[in-house]
């Protein structure tokens, strides 16, 4: 089993930015790919970004390429989203996710384990 604990959501006004973390325990964190993904009310769950094991490789949506980037830090076992650049569009429930096999897939039912969620609210 894998736990997955996220942080960092907030207020914050269009234009700022967030730097949202995903702490993972209960097994080893670094052959897993990472994930994050938002749902708004009333909207299915979107890919945001996701990251390989040893973060090599990177994968981004088409609507916060440019403005977001995804690291992580296997030492610390945790995963970050930098979001900045915000748009009221943005407002979402952000989730981390946790892959046990290879390649960064797009759909939320290719990933294993998941969080909670961490909301994230963008005033215009």
């Known amino acids: 089993q894998v736990q997955l604990v996220e942080s960092g959501g907030g207020l914050v006004q269009a234009g700022g930015s967030l730097r949202l973390s995903c702490a993972a325990s209960?097994?080893?964190?670094?052959?897993?790919?990472m994930g994050w993904f938002r749902q708004a009310p009333g909207k299915e769950r979107e890919f945001v970004a996701a990251?390989?094991?040893?973060?090599?490789?990177?994968q981004y949506a088409e609507f916060v390429k440019g403005r977001s980037a995804i690291f992580r830090d296997n030492a610390k076992n945790t995963v970050y989203l930098q979001m900045n650049s915000l748009i009221p569009e943005d407002t979402a429930n952000y989730y981390c996710?946790?892959?046990?096999?290879?390649?960064?897939?797009?759909?939320?039912?290719?990933?294993?384990?998941w969080g909670q969620g961490t909301q994230v609210t963008v005033s215009s």
């Open positions: 990251i390989s094991g040893r973060g090599a490789y990177k």
């Open positions: 209960g097994r080893t964190f670094s052959p897993y790919a």
């Open positions: 996710a946790a892959r046990i096999s290879g390649g960064l897939p797009v759909a939320p039912n290719e990933y294993d384990y």
